[in-house]
């Protein structure tokens, strides 16, 4: 009987292994090999957004997400960065940026990269859509400023317009609850009626399908202050049910502000939905020192289980529409007719004596500053008027030769209502404790802008450069109000819970590469109310969805940024 082979056997398998390692060696690499990254950024301290002490680690970056974190000095990888010495932390979510216009003319937001801004959201009371002819119309000189066609009309065609551009940051909107009143109401100070209702309710719903994030209001402006409480349940069910946020510039912000946070309450109570006031301030020379009221309010109302938070830019001076000083009346049929207003001596005389009266259930700006030296001019569209943009309101009355309030009006009238103003309304102290709740983050409230071009030719607010290095300098590092990670967690990690973005807002696997690396000693806000339009320093890198858009901190001019759209989105 002939006995088997086995060393055949086993000659022939150890062949068929080698030829099997062989082609193995052959094959593409697996993609996802944890040992191979586009990036890694070695030597940083980690402060990973949550709000604990930083920590040491470098970090491994591929196809734009966060894939590994430890110690990755043998990994392969096509680029490192050395950040030595330096805070590694998730990109800045601007919770109220305003740069739905300004990203078409100049898609690279530098003002807000060279913050650290990655994220914005955007949409207050006033969003980019829907719009129809009408409002198209009335907002001509809008889009004529920035020398832009509105070839949308729903917030899908403007997503699909901003896709097809590219963006440098990433970008969500809310539906404004102003913006479905135009629509549907105008400008008209009355209720809609059911069927209008209806309808504004079904642009709300379109809204949230199209990737808005929520619903927004503005109260403190016309036509939004027109609609009553009833009205806002209403459209704020809509976007409850699509898995919204409601976000306010609340009614009031100075004498009747309980009252207005009241309004919010019930809102969020009625709507079942989160609430997010807007630039919480007690505003006005009167109500300095009513901020603990207004934390006790809130904290009373979560207590109860009102999922209600807010946000701060942090400066002692707001910004809005000079028009915002006339009384509500005078506003009805919008801007055309309150310059009809203002040009009538008999009605104007009439909007005087209500400014300067102190009894009034309106939102009194003229009450509330200490002087006419508390508003300084800064956007005018007409070109004439650019020599009083960055002036005091009382210079300018010298300049005229009139009082000052007649310089107000008259400043209207010639810029056709367009002109804005920082308004000197808020005390330290009421920043400062704001700024310290746990349930405050941090908004602009201010549209990306740059120092050159058509943006260029606009006096804005220190904020637009300067909000989120602003905290980190002077309240961070000068005064010792947060320490470096509660203001880090305020900048990323709660917007982002507050906004439902689940992969970004902390340095940790599986999230978006939204990353800066900053110099935590040199870190500043240059931008002042005197000289606004300087970038802020200290940030070396700064990363959108893992491409550098501040490398070695000078602008890459490239567009990694995305259009975040709200959970109810249907493609």
Request: proline share 6%; charged share 25%.
């Amino acid at each position: 009987m002939r006995l088997f082979n086995y060393s055949h056997v086993f000659r022939s398998l150890q062949v068929t292994l080698l030829l099997l390692g062989y082609l193995a060696s052959l094959w593409p690499q697996n993609p996802t090999s944890h040992t191979d990254f586009d990036l890694v950024i070695e030597n940083g301290r980690i402060v990973d957004g949550t709000g604990s002490p930083w920590y040491s680690g470098d970090i491994g970056i591929r196809e734009g997400k966060i894939v590994s974190i430890g110690k990755l000095s043998r990994a392969a990888r096509s680029r490192t960065i050395n950040a030595h010495g330096l805070i590694v932390a998730p990109g800045f979510i601007d919770m109220l940026g305003q740069s739905e216009l300004s990203i078409l003319v100049d898609p690279r937001a530098p003002s807000k990269t060279y913050q650290g801004i990655t994220t914005e959201i955007t949409g207050e009371g006033s969003s980019v859509a829907p719009l129809n002819d009408e409002i198209i119309r009335e907002d001509s000189a809008i889009y004529e400023h920035y020398h832009i066609t509105p070839d949308w009309r729903t917030l899908r065609q403007y997503f699909d317009r901003l896709q097809r551009q590219g963006l440098g940051i990433n970008l969500a909107t809310y539906a404004g609850a102003t913006q479905v009143r135009r629509f549907v109401v105008g400008e008209n100070d009355r209720d809609p009626t059911a069927q209008e209702l209806a309808q504004m309710k079904d642009l709300v719903r379109q809204a949230m399908l199209d990737g808005a994030v929520g619903l927004s209001t503005a109260l403190q402006y016309a036509p939004a202050m027109y609609a009553k409480t009833d009205e806002l349940v209403a459209l704020a069910k809509e976007a409850s049910d699509m898995g919204g946020v409601y976000a306010t510039h609340l009614r009031s912000e100075s004498d009747h502000i309980s009252e207005a946070i009241d309004e919010a309450i019930r809102i969020g109570r009625e709507a079942k939905i989160p609430v997010e006031i807007w630039h919480i301030k007690a505003a006005g020379k009167n109500n300095w020192g009513r901020m603990s009221q207004i934390v006790a309010k809130v904290n009373l109302a979560r207590q109860e289980g009102v999922d209600i938070a807010a946000d701060t830019y942090a400066y002692l001076a707001g910004m809005n529409s000079l028009s915002a000083f006339i009384p509500p009346w005078a506003h009805e049929g919008g801007d055309e007719k309150l310059i009809e207003r203002l040009k009538d001596p008999v009605v104007r005389a009439q909007i005087r004596a209500q400014m300067l009266s102190t009894h009034g259930d309106w939102e009194n700006e003229w009450q509330e500053i200490r002087s006419p030296d508390d508003v300084l001019i800064g956007v005018v569209r007409n070109p004439l008027l650019m020599p009083v943009s960055g002036k005091r309101l009382s210079d300018i009355a010298k300049m005229w030769n009139e009082d000052p309030i007649n310089a107000l009006f008259d400043l209207l009238v010639k810029d056709d209502a367009h002109t804005h103003a920082a308004v000197f309304m808020m005390s330290e102290p009421d920043v400062i404790l704001a700024l310290q709740q746990p349930w405050v983050s941090v908004g602009t409230d201010y549209e990306g802008t740059q120092p050159d071009g058509i943006l260029g030719k606009e006096h804005p607010h220190p904020r637009a450069y300067g909000t989120f290095p602003h905290i980190l300098n002077r309240y961070v590092r000068q005064e010792h109000i947060l320490t470096l990670e509660e203001a880090i967690r305020k900048f990323t990690s709660l917007p982002a819970q507050r906004m439902r973005l689940p992969d970004r807002g902390l340095v940790k696997p599986g999230m978006w590469a939204d990353l800066v690396i900053f110099d935590p000693i040199s870190v500043t806000d240059a931008a002042t109310f005197q000289d606004p339009t300087q970038f802020s320093r200290g940030m070396e890198f700064v990363l959108v969805n893992g491409i550098s858009v501040i490398d070695e901190g000078k602008m890459t001019n490239e567009t990694p940024g995305k259009i975040i759209r709200g959970p109810a989105y249907t493609p």
